[in-house]
Structure formats: C-alpha cells, structure tokens
C-alpha cells in the first residue's frame, strides 16, 4: 500500500480575514460610485482649470506606485537573505500592482501635462524617476518569467537595485532640469480639495490592500498546484516502480 | 574564514583566470573591440555631417557613453558564458572561496576588458567627431572608469544570475539598462561638459563626478550582497 | 541578525532620502494657458483609463483564481483515487 502524506492545503481564510477582504471589497465599489461625484464637485483650480482635478486620482496612484516598489523590495529582501517564500510571494504581488499602478501615472500625468504644459512629455525629475521606476518592475517581470533556474534570485536583487536607483534618478535629473508641480502642492490645498483629495487617496489605498491580498490568494493557490502536481507524480511513479517489482 | 590577503588574493586568482582566458583566445576582446568600432562608425554615419564641423560635446558624450553599455552587455554575457561551459560554475562555488571575492574578482576582469575597448572608442571618437578628448584626458578617464565600474558592478549580479537562462542574451540588457540610468545620465552630463571646447564648468563636474562616486558605492554595496544568494542558484 | 543590522541602516537611508528628495520643489511653466485646451476629454479619459487598467486586472487576476482552484480540486481527486 503507498503511503503518502498530502501536502499542506491553501487553508480558506478565516472568517474574521474574509470579512475584511469584502470589507474592502465594498468600499472600493462605493467609492467608484462616489468619489468621481466628489471629484465632479470638487472647486475648480484658478490657474490650471478643470484639468487639475486629474491630480485627484494621478497622485494617489503614484504614492502607490512608490509604496509597491518598497513593499516588494522588503519581500525580496526577506526572500533573498532569510529564504521567506511568503516574502517572495509578497515581491511577486506588489510587483505586479507597480506595474498597473505606474501605468495609471504614466497615462494621466501626461494627459494631464498636454494641457497644462501644452506637451505629453517633459524629461524633469519626476516624471523621469516614475518612468524608470517602472521599467525597472516591468524588468522584474520579465526577469521572473524568463529568467530561468535563478529567475526568483535574480529578481530578488533586481528589487533591491530598484529601490537603490529612485532616489539616485530623482537627484540626477532633478538637477539637470525641473517642470513637474511643487510636492507642497498638497499640504497648501484649499479645505474643499483637501476633503476630496485624501478621500481618494484612501480610498485608492484601501483599493491597493485589496487587489495585494487577492493577488496573494492566487499566487498561493498556484503555489499548492504545484506542490500537489509534485506529490500526483511522486505518487504514480512509486506505483510503476511497485509494478515492475 | 580567510585572512584579509587570503581574500584579496582570491580575487586576483580570479580576475587573472578569466584574464588569461581571454588572453589565450582574445574572443572577448575581438568581438567587443570590432562591435564598438562599428558602432562609433554607424554613430558617425548617422550624425556627421561630412561638410561640417565635428559633432556638439553632448552627442559625442552620449555615444561614448552608449558605446559603455553595448560593449559592456558583450563583456558580462560572454564572461559567464565560460563558467556555463563544462560547469566550471559549479567547480568555483563548490571551492572554499567567498562568494564575494568571486564577485570581486568577476567584476575586475569585466571592469579591465571593458576599459581596454572604451580606449579604443574614446579615441576613434576624437577622431572621427572631432572632439577635445585630449583637453581634460585625467578627468575623461576618471568618469569612463567610474562609469564602467558601476556598470559591472551591477552587470555581475545580473549575468551570473542569468548563467543558465536561456533568454540570457536579451534579459542582460532589459534588466541593466533601466538600472544604470543613474550613471549615463551623470556620465553624459559631465563628459559633454569635459568635452565642451570652452571652458567647462568644473563645479558641475565634480558634482557630477562625487555622484557617481556615490552611485558606484551604492551598487557595489548591493552587489556584494546579492551576489552570493543569487549565484546559488535555486 | 546582526548581519542585518548594516543592510537595514542603510535600507531607512534610503528610504528618507527618497522621502526628502520627493518633498523637494519644482519650477512651474512661465507664461502657458491650461485653459487653452478642453479639459474635459482629458480629464474623462485619465478617469477611465484608470478604472479599465484595474478592471482589466481584476478580471485576470479572477480567471487566475478560478483556473488554479479547479487544477487544485482536480489534482487533490487524481491524489485521492490513488491513494
């Protein structure tokens, strides 16, 4: 008879997590009725004009964009130098809500810029570090799909060299030339943009929790495919053996 | 644990094994050096104008610098390409020398290959664009020098990473070149003012030269950390 | 632990620099009328953009969830007749 022990299961979250997760769920959906009324209703900034209101969700997404990126570099430190698979998976995730959040940035920063600086594109500081910031995660996909045996390792450490390099971009082209908006921008807003502005950003970020935690969920799930796919081998080969005998 | 010159010698050993390897074949140097050459050629082709005169010091700058990273990609992938061979990767990790001598000694002989060739473009540059190589040769060097060292400080970690993937040719480069834009964008900046024939703003470039400094240390740091788990493998 | 003790200085650095580099300022455009150009489909396709992106996420991230439950309930099945 084969004995075989079953692999640890994906346990189903807890009642209590569940209830978060939809928690979270819920509001998100709230708020993508509400806030675009917030954001409809919002004062109409004097000197750029209704196109500023794209600052209401463009920045929200870049502190995500940056809180993605340190989040999966803690994962891959974790996974690099204590071997945390859970730190791994961690990276993976986060690094995957980089991608889609730079992506968000990238696209309404420049709607944004072409009318208020009348062109799609300009090489200051910020929007530069952004752009290479997130080819440095779109790299880390890249390096995770493709990079063979070590692909985990070597993504690992792309992770690191990413959160190394932002500052560094940020500083060489800050002082080669600047055109972006002033960051003090959100601490001198008026009250009536205040409220709709850190509205957004919390809601974003409760978004961000949400989509980290089903992403983790999945990639968990594929963790056990492989695990049981593994043990179904193991299984059969031991029967062949125990036939040719 | 090795004794500071047992580890130091560790890294000569290994930077003049790979050195005498290339010494025996020069295909690393061959390649890159014919790569570059035609580079710095189809450079000129594309903004030369043969009535004119030589080219602005920020173009000159900025193929001096593309020039780096081209040539550097072939360095780093052919250098780990040899430990692949017959696995001679597993017969260094499975010696007792530190991981980061090993990358120390990696990172030497990729760091002397690549300055061999960046002469070679440096002066075919001032030839054929024109440029006041000559003018600040001293600080020209130090920045190239600087540059390739962050290059293959990065580069080291990426490629041996890479030793058996089969998409190693085309990752090495997409994972490089959003990493080093630190060092080309300071590289560029103070070379194409090095290379301005007036007077060059010498504030400017020892920022620029003090950042990359810092951008070098930065990476070295991180590859003596990375290397190690990342070279181990799964 | 103290082999992390370096790394970890070195990671806060890092990370307040990048802090302080991010609260630094900016120039504005001289002389440039935003209301020179339609805000409004601008502003509609940043909104919409955004919302697709992350639906589009959301959808794959969902067909992955399903994909990797059914190969689960197959494969612990194969396990179970086996056994």
Redesign the interface.
């Known amino acids: 008879m084969v004995q075989h022990t079953m692999p640890p299961t994906s346990t189903p979250p807890k009642p209590a997590t569940l209830g978060v997760f939809l928690l979270g769920v819920a509001v998100c959906i709230l708020g993508y009725a509400w806030v675009p009324q917030m954001i409809v209703g919002a004062p109409i900034e004097m000197t750029m004009g209704p196109v500023q209101k794209i600052f209401y969700f463009h920045v929200p997404c870049a502190w995500l964009l940056m809180l993605s990126v340190f989040v999966c570099a803690g994962g891959s430190v974790a996974f690099l130098f204590k071997g945390s698979e859970r730190g791994d998976r961690l990276a993976r995730c986060s690094s995957e809500l980089a991608v889609l959040f730079g992506l968000c940035v990238l696209v309404t920063g420049p709607l944004w810029g072409r009318v208020a600086w009348g062109v799609y594109w300009q090489w200051d500081a910020r929007l530069t570090s952004s752009l290479l910031l997130w080819l440095i995660m779109v790299a880390y996909l890249l390096a995770r799909q493709y990079g063979g045996p070590a692909s985990r390792k070597l993504a690992a450490a792309l992770a690191l060299f990413a959160a190394a390099d932002v500052p560094l971009v940020y500083i060489s082209v800050h002082i080669w030339r600047t055109i972006h908006p002033s960051t003090s921008v959100v601490p001198t807003l008026a009250p009536a943009m205040r409220a709709v502005f850190w509205t957004s950003a919390a809601l974003f970020t409760v978004l961000w929790f949400v989509l980290l935690s089903f992403r983790l969920r999945l990639e968990r799930l594929r963790n056990e495919v492989d695990e049981l796919a593994i043990e179904v081998e193991d299984v059969l080969e031991v029967r062949m053996e125990t036939k040719r005998i | 644990m090795l004794a500071p010159n047992g580890f130091v010698k560790t890294i000569f050993l290994v930077a003049s094994k790979d050195l005498r390897i290339e010494w025996r074949n020069r295909e690393i140097t061959a390649t890159m050096g014919f790569f570059s050459v035609l580079m710095v050629l189809i450079f000129a082709f594309a903004f030369v104008n043969p009535a004119g005169d030589g080219l602005k010091s920020e173009v000159t700058a900025g193929v001096l610098w593309v020039g780096l990273l081209f040539s550097g990609t072939i360095a780093l992938a052919r250098t780990f390409d040899r430990e692949r061979d017959l696995e001679a990767i597993r017969a260094l990790l499975l010696s007792p020398a530190p991981r980061a001598a090993i990358y120390l000694g990696k990172l030497l002989g990729v760091v002397f290959l690549m300055l061999l060739v960046q002469l070679a473009v440096t002066l075919l540059s001032g030839l054929f664009f024109s440029a006041s190589i000559g003018q600040h040769a001293v600080w020209l060097a130090l920045f190239l020098g600087l540059g390739t060292l962050g290059y293959a400080a ?1 580069g080291t ?2 490629s041996g ?8 040719d085309a ?1 090495i480069a ?2 490089l070149f ?2 080093v ?2 060092l080309v ?2 590289g560029v ?1 103070g070379t194409s003012m090095l290379l301005n024939p007036e007077t060059p703003d010498m504030e400017s470039i020892v ?1 620029w030269t003090e ?1 990359l400094v ?2 070098d240390a ?2 070295l ?2 590859g003596l ?2 290397f190690e ?6 | 632990m103290k082999r992390f003790k370096l790394p970890t200085a070195v990671a806060c650095l890092i990370v307040l620099g990048s802090s302080v580099a991010f609260a630094a300022g900016y120039e504005k455009v001289p002389d440039r009328d935003p209301t020179s150009i339609a805000a409004n489909p601008f502003l509609a396709g940043a909104y919409g953009f955004i919302w697709v992106a992350l639906l589009v996420y959301v959808v794959i991230v969902a067909r992955g969830l399903s994909k990797a439950s059914n190969e689960v309930k197959e494969l612990r099945r194969k396990l179970e007749q086996q056994s």
Do not use: Q
């Open positions: 990065v970690v990426v990473a890479l030793i058996r993937s089969k998409s190693r990752l997409a994972l959003p990493l834009t630190p964008m300071a900046r920022f950042f810092v951008v930065v990476f740091i991180l950390w990375a788990p990342v070279i181990s493998g799964e």
